[in-house]
Structures are given as C-alpha cells and as structure tokens.
C-alpha cells in the first residue's frame, strides 16, 4: 500500500491497524521525501514491518496532543526535525525569526524552543514508563554536555533533560533498526546498551571496556578549558572505525555513554534507503493552508552523497554524518530522476545532484573504508593530504548520464562544492564541463574568508587557493564565451577574526568590485569546532588561544565592513576604520571605503583641496603670467565653446 503514513485514528483503521508500534513525534510537518530525516526513518522501519505513526507538529501545551493513536506498542520516537529549532526560531542575534518553511503556510510558533526536550516531557507525563528514543540533528548536536549559544551556558546531554531512555546520533538507519528490533524481542529498554551511534545513561560502568571518561558535567561549569578538553577528547572519536565508547558524569552517581559512530552505508545499503515508497511531497491535508516551502528546493534535486572529509571547523557534520563519504550508484539516483521526470510539476530542470558537498563521491582515501580517517588530520587542510585521490570522473560520468535522460533540459550543481578539492584534481575536465552544462550563470562557492589567519581558524584552504581557482574559473568561461560568475559566501566575526581581518576582507571586497547581497554572521551552533572556540577562547585540539569578538557591537562592525557600499552601514564602517586606525580609507580617493561626512572628514578634504588649489594657482602664474582665477575662466569658456563646436558637427 503506497500512501502517506497514518496522521489520525481513521487512517491508522484505514490500514486495518488496531495499533502501532512506533508513535513518532515530529517538529516539522509531515514531508514524506528522503531529504527529510523523519521520513527515512519512518520508512526504514515500514520496510522492517514495524507500523509508525505520525504525530507533526503537537500542540505542546496540550497533554492530549500525544494521544492521537493511543499508547504504542513498542515507544515513541521524537525528533525536532530537520532544522535544529533554535537555529528555526533565531537569527543569529537572537530576533525571532518570521517565517518556518518547516511549517504549512510558513507559520510560525506550532513547535517550541529546544522542541526534542519538550516533547520528550510531554510524552513522559502521560505515559511513565514507555521507551522513548530521540534523534534528528538537534538531538545529534546535544547528545552530550554542550556549550548553549542562546542561553549563554553550558546544558547537559538532551537525553537527560527530554527524560529519554535512548538517543540516536547520526542518520540512524542502522541503529533505530537495531533498536526496535531489540525492543520487538522483548529487551527491557534500559538494557539496550550495545547500539553502535546511540547514547544511553546508566548508573553502572561494569559491562563498559576500553572506554575514555571525560571531565564530568560540573567540571565543564567551573572552567572553560575543562570544555575545550573534552571537546578535543571528543572530536578526535567521531569515527565508526577508531572511535572510542565515552562517559560523561553527572550527579547522583549517573552518566551518559556514547557508544561508537554506526558504520557508514554501502552503496547498497544507500540504494536501498532511497528506493523506499516515498510520496515525495507534504501531506494533502497541508494544501489548504498553503503547502510546505521546504519541499521546493528539494523536489527536483537528487541526493548522491553523504558525509564529508572537507572539514570545516564551523559545521557540524563531522560531528552528526562524519567524514567518510557513502555515496548511491548511478542506477540508484537515475531511476529516482525518471521519477522526478515523470512528476507533472517538473519543467525540465533537475535542480541539484550533489549532498554536503556536491563534488564528494567517494572516499578521500582507500584506507578508510577499513582504517577509518585520521583522527589527527584533515584531508584538504591546510593542504591537500599526500593521500588523498582528487578524482571527479564518477560523479561527471554520473551527470553526463543524467544530462542524457529524455525530458532533461539542464542538470544544475547547487549544493557546494570544494573548490580546492577541484584544484586538487590534474584532470581539468569536470571543471570545463560544469562550466558548460551545469551552472546557471552563477556558482556559488564559500571561501568564507579572504586573510590566511581567520582562514586557518576555519579550517579553510589559503586564499591563494581561492585566487587559483577564480582565476581558472574567469579562463575557462571565457574560452567557451559564457559570461558567467563566482558568488562567493563570506562570514563576519568568526573567531580569530578582529577589525584588521575584517577591514582586509573589505579592501578585497572593494579590488574585485565585489558587493554582496548576503553576509552570514558566525553562528555558535552546538557540537563544532568553533563554537567552541567561541565559547572558551581556545582551539580544543591545540589548546591555543583564538581572538573571539563577542561584543555585539563589534560583531556587528565586521559584518558593515562587508557590506561597506550600503548606506545604512555607514557609520558603523567609519566607526569601524577609526577604531582600526584606517582613516587613510575615509576619503575620495579610489581606494578609499567610504567618503567623508563629519567635521574633521570635511575640514581635511578642505584642507587637501586648498592645497590643490594652491599649487595650480602657483603653476598658472608662473607659466602663463595671470591670475589661476583669470585663466580658470579661459578654460571653462574653451570647454564651452568646444562643446558647442561638437554639438554642431554632430548636427551637420
């Protein structure tokens, strides 16, 4: 039977249900698509037997809002959905949000703040004793003691706080199997301790072996660096392969303990989880409240790849889909673009093929798919590891097959790409050919950042690099008479960036006639590298420390610096320059940010004009024995009459 999951009771009866196993509790609406976390999970278990209810978007306040399908068999699931809900409801400054493209219509308000510990508590009111396992990216990011940007604190695991008994960290096909099938056979659900990619908490370490405990949750509190330790400790056992089991103390002789990373998917194993019956759409009953946005930017997409060895210290995925690529096969993701073909909607265009980072499809190297990855150094920086293999022809041979699909006008890369993994590569001609065939006008790419130090600090290749690449990308555009463009991604105020790296950034902004419309503003984001940086002032793997501007004054500066050709930031970009010390770049000249406005700004243009003024007045009387007032006058009526003199040819 392909259909939606059940929503209700009458759906549920429609089936020939008289229960379901699992009720799962969801932040966003019901999308059925596999760029949705919920959907794959649900639809992973549908394929196991298991029966899963769907409960979108509860209404927290009411205790009945759980009930709709009665007590389940085996356990709740609950997930935030696929946006952390903090991140959903908050910019970066902390202003709510106004419009949730997780939600029909874009509304906002039908989930709450830190939405996985409040329906973990909601569910845990009514029904005591049930299994409750919680997953997702916000649980993921939690699933220990972390740093909380909006409360400005450290929390504990979010298992201990949404009263949960199991959490699944990751993509979680393997482990919500592996742990309904152990709640099918009868284990009692404090007992299901042995699943790699889970967390549970327990008062006994007796049946744990070659663990590493880190500082516990009160350490954390008293001292910064205490974070920053255990982070390090952290970072360096993400991995399925040479990752360790960790504990986490807390009070009253309890802790949490993160087993082991799950395994990443073969190719097989991915093939399978997206040749599920989806529906490919929110549910019809969201029609008539507007839809959900969230579907539009993936319904024509495809999704090729997962994990990503790039890197970067501000993402989280090292932390929540690790770094070994797992990647589908090309009969796998060419007969989902037949499907996508067939859709009535569909105009011709696949939007993306691609995942964390489009260019990625295999392993940066053989070993670790047996070894794992290093866990003391990266792939790509701050070079290109020896062992890496930059190769590009699976995933070109991939998009020439789909560009040759009947009914297929154009085959887009939007998701982003590493532009220094393509410089890595000696073969130029996937570069040539996504300039010809798979680009819209405009690449986006994320330099992040032009200075080498805030580069280093976000775990970014040197801007050389990026120069290369911008170089390459102008010479083969313009061999194939394509005038097409580099938008670049920058961040404001990330750590290790002061008023000097911001002002160097502006200087290059205004070389290469550059104007962004977008600035991301660095946002600490539980379980990354530079969230913890932000909070405790020091890189958790070297234990050095790194400049942090927290003052939001000050971030707010940096951010104008990039924006410096908009009027609404112009005084902060003079403030900005004054603190810095960088007056020399208020003025007329064309290397100048902005042109002066106040007192001193104008007395000193004065000042230089005068001076001017002085030096032709001096030239013209000695050269031509008047008054530089009297021959001023000549030249302007010489220009005139030169003018009039043009206008008249032009008419005759």
């Not at 243009?605 to 009297?630: D, L, P, W």
């Amino acid at each position: 039977m392909k259909d939606f999951l059940p929503i209700c009771r009458e759906d549920m009866e429609k089936r020939g249900w008289g229960e379901v196993d699992f009720v799962y509790v969801i932040g966003d609406a019901y999308v059925d698509h596999p760029s949705f976390g919920p959907a794959i999970i649900s639809r992973i278990l549908e394929s196991e037997g298991y029966r899963v209810g769907i409960i979108a978007q509860p209404d927290w306040k009411d205790g009945n809002s759980i009930n709709v399908f009665g007590e389940p068999r085996l356990g709740f699931l609950v997930s935030a959905g696929n946006m952390d809900s903090m991140v959903n409801h908050y910019s970066v400054s902390k202003k709510r949000r106004s419009r949730d493209s997780f939600t029909p219509g874009g509304a906002m308000g039908k989930r709450p703040d830190r939405a996985t510990v409040v329906y973990g508590n909601l569910i845990r009111r009514t029904y005591k004793d049930k299994p409750i396992i919680i997953g997702g990216i916000e649980a993921s990011l939690r699933r220990l003691a972390h740093y909380d940007y909006w409360d400005d604190c450290m929390k504990r695991s979010v298992l201990l706080d949404s009263q949960a008994d199991i959490l699944s960290y990751g993509m979680g096909e393997k482990s919500i199997v592996e742990i309904a099938d152990s709640l099918n056979s009868g284990i009692p659900v404090d007992e299901i301790t042995f699943v790699r990619g889970t967390v549970f908490k327990t008062k006994y370490l007796d049946n744990l072996y070659d663990y590493i405990t880190l500082p516990s949750y009160d350490e954390l509190c008293e001292d910064k660096l205490n974070y920053a330790k255990s982070f390090g400790i952290q970072y360096r056992n993400t991995d399925a392969f040479s990752g360790k089991c960790l504990v986490e103390p807390y009070n009253d002789n309890l802790f949490a303990v993160q087993n082991p990373m799950s395994y990443p998917l073969t190719t097989e194993e991915m093939d399978r989880v997206y040749a599920l019956p989806y529906m490919r759409n929110y549910h019809p009953s969201y029609e008539s409240l507007g839809g959900v946005d969230a579907i539009k930017e993936v319904k024509f997409s495809l999704i090729s790849n997962r994990g990503c060895f790039g890197g970067c210290n501000f993402c989280a995925l090292t932390f929540h889909q690790g770094r070994i690529i797992q990647a589908r096969s090309h009969e796998s993701i060419i007969k989902e673009a037949e499907i996508i073909i067939g859709d009535p909607d569909f105009k011709g265009y696949i939007h993306d093929v691609g995942g964390p980072t489009a260019n990625f499809r295999k392993p940066s190297c053989k070993k670790q798919l047996t070894k794992g990855v290093c866990p003391d150094r990266q792939c790509l920086f701050p070079n290109p590891c020896p062992n890496l293999q930059a190769d590009h022809s699976d995933y070109l041979e991939l998009l020439r097959k789909l560009r040759a699909l009947p009914g297929v006008k154009k085959v887009f890369i939007r998701s982003g790409i590493r532009f220094d993994y393509i410089m890595a590569d000696p073969d130029e001609t996937f570069f040539r050919e996504m300039c010809e065939h798979h680009i819209s006008g405009q690449l986006k790419v994320a330099p992040e950042h032009i200075s080498d130090t805030v580069l280093k600090t976000l775990g970014k290749p040197k801007n050389s690099v990026y120069r290369a690449f911008c170089k390459k990308y102008a010479a083969i555009n313009k061999k194939l008479g394509k005038p097409q463009y580099l938008v670049p991604y920058l961040m404001s105020s990330h750590p290790g960036s002061t008023l000097k790296e911001a002002i160097e950034l502006a200087e290059y902004l205004r070389d290469n006639n550059l104007s962004p419309e977008q600035v991301q503003d660095f946002y600490p984001t539980p379980s990354t590298v530079s969230t913890c940086m932000y909070y405790t002032g020091v890189d958790p793997r070297t234990m050095k420390p790194v400049y942090v501007e927290k003052n939001p004054h000050g971030k707010a500066m940096q951010r104008a610096l990039i924006q410096y050709k908009n009027p609404k930031n112009y005084e902060l970009v003079h403030e900005a320059l004054t603190k810095a010390h960088r007056t020399d770049l208020i003025g007329f000249d064309k290397k100048c940010l902005i042109r002066p406005r106040n007192t001193k700004d104008i007395q000193r243009k004065n000042q230089g004009r005068n001076t001017a003024n002085q030096t032709k007045q001096s030239a013209a009387e000695k050269r031509y024995g008047i008054s530089f007032e009297k021959y001023d006058s000549i030249q302007r009526a010489e220009a005139l009459r030169s003018k009039k003199d043009r206008k008249k040819w032009h008419r005759n």
